[in-house]
């Protein structure tokens, strides 16, 4: 019997933004399952800042650390192959470049790379190894924008940086924060990082933690229902405007999906990796599961990060019993997870998000709608040509074998192991040649398929057409 490549073989998890899957459930359906190692880790390298954001999740701001203790937590996740690792703070472009490259040199040999920086310093020079900068643009004007970082003249200095990397040809993703105070901005914010020529646009909403939550006192820091419905329209109206973000447009922090129901329709729905794929990692090395939370499991620099994970103590979140109304009786609570789970009004440790209490769960259509996304079901008449994406790596040292892209983390069964193993160790191959290789174990439907799915998460690029050397 031959192996099919479509369809347990091939489970894409996004980890920028995320619509993960869980793997399995407890019979209860109150459990969810997680794998070896999470896939996205987050280092906060310094919680020192050149920046005064109101809206800032550290619970400080601290000078530069020790850059031998930030080294030997980055040697620590290095070891772990974790498939994606974005550098956060505090702000990282305080670090030296030379630092920070060594670091992404660390890392990027099993992981995707991406550093997270407000702009207003420019990295010359950091290695073309890096997968992407994240950079905010938190208002469509200088006003806004420097009222919530508190920065005068940081706009005009944020935007040349963009410039500057997107002129070197760094992918640049837009990342600015969803207030009370931008969120009929976010049209003309996405219009803005459009021209500038950024890679995406994915907006993370406020929620209350660290120096935010305190400010959240005086300023109006969350945007009300009406306002996030009004931002979420410009959103999707800027979505189908600017098509050079080819559909890159969304939320990069978790939302429940009954929020706004066109969340699903226009497909821009993220949820939380709590638990499940994300973990984050402060300037001590201690390990939470959320940026938001300060609940610590362990330290990476006396534990590996996969012991951490997989200690019972993390079922406070995974054992979702604690879980209220209305999620707890909806039938997307393993796909949306219920939002954003960490308020420090709320609770120490997992409530349901704040902005969904007292609403009411998707509709039935909308529930199948979610149920049913699919990734790539067809493949052109001709055969094509392609090459491994430079961001393309293989993780293999888990029970859990993974294709690791620039933005995305696949699990893969043996068969699509064996598959991507042979595309990854030739520098160009033809699909022709491939559906010939595997004729034997693998219908050549499945491999072509299995080659639409790999060019749909970037792990190849098309070729159009092979050039033969002349004698």
């Not at 620099?301 to 979702?320: G, Y």
């Amino acid at each position: 019997m031959k192996t099919n490549l479509s369809n347990d073989a091939w489970s894409p998890v996004t980890t920028v933004h995320c619509n993960y899957r869980s793997q399995g459930r407890r019979e209860d359906g109150k459990y969810v399952l997680h794998d070896t190692i999470p896939h996205l880790c987050h280092i906060e390298l310094t919680y020192a800042c050149n920046e005064k954001c109101i809206f800032c999740y550290n619970p400080e701001r601290a000078k530069l650390g020790d850059l031998s203790t930030i080294e030997q937590l980055v040697r620590s996740i290095a070891v772990s192959q974790i498939p994606h690792v974005y550098l956060i703070g505090g702000e990282p472009s305080l670090l030296p470049v030379e630092k920070l490259n060594e670091y992404i040199e660390l890392l990027s040999p099993s992981s995707s790379v991406t550093i997270v920086t407000n702009g207003l310093k420019r990295l010359d020079g950091i290695s073309s190894k890096l997968a992407c900068f994240g950079v905010p643009i938190h208002g469509a004007n200088a006003k806004t924008h420097e009222f919530l970082n508190q920065s005068p003249g940081s706009f005009e200095k944020t935007l040349e940086t963009i410039r500057c990397y997107v002129g070197e040809g760094h992918d640049v993703r837009c990342i600015p924060v969803l207030t009370g105070y931008n969120y009929d901005q976010m049209y003309n914010i996405i219009g803005i990082a459009a021209s500038l020529g950024m890679e995406s646009i994915y907006i993370d909403r406020y929620e209350d933690g660290g120096i935010g939550a305190v400010n959240s006192r005086g300023y109006t820091l969350k945007p009300t229902r009406e306002q996030f419905h009004i931002a979420v329209g410009q959103i999707v109206q800027a979505k189908h405007d600017f098509a050079i973000f080819d559909g890159r447009v969304g939320f990069g922090t978790a939302i429940p999906y009954c929020l706004d129901e066109r969340m699903i329709t226009e497909g821009i729905t993220s949820n939380c990796g709590v638990g499940t794929y994300f973990c984050a990692i402060n300037p001590k090395g201690e390990f939470r599961m959320c940026n938001q939370s300060q609940l610590v499991f362990g330290n990476v620099m006396k534990e590996s990060i996969e012991t951490i994970w997989n200690k019972p103590a993390l079922d406070i979140f995974r054992d979702l019993s604690w879980v209220g109304e209305p999620c707890k009786s909806c039938e997307l609570l393993l796909d949306c997870t219920g939002g954003c789970k960490v308020d420090s009004n709320c609770s120490d440790r997992f409530c349901i998000d704040y902005a969904v209490r007292g609403l009411s769960k998707p509709v039935a259509e909308l529930v199948t709608k979610v149920k049913h996304r699919k990734m790539a079901e067809e493949y052109p008449e001709s055969y094509r040509n392609f090459r491994p994406n430079r961001f393309m790596k293989l993780t293999t040292r888990y029970p859990e074998k993974f294709l690791v892209t620039r933005y995305q983390t696949v699990k893969l069964d043996e068969m699509a192991l064996e598959t991507a193993q042979a595309i990854i160790s030739e520098s160009l191959i033809g699909e022709r040649e491939l559906v010939a290789r595997f004729s034997e174990s693998v219908d050549e439907h499945e491999i072509r398929l299995f080659v639409s799915k790999m060019l749909q998460v970037n792990a190849l690029d098309l070729i159009k057409e092979v050039q033969h050397a002349t004698s």
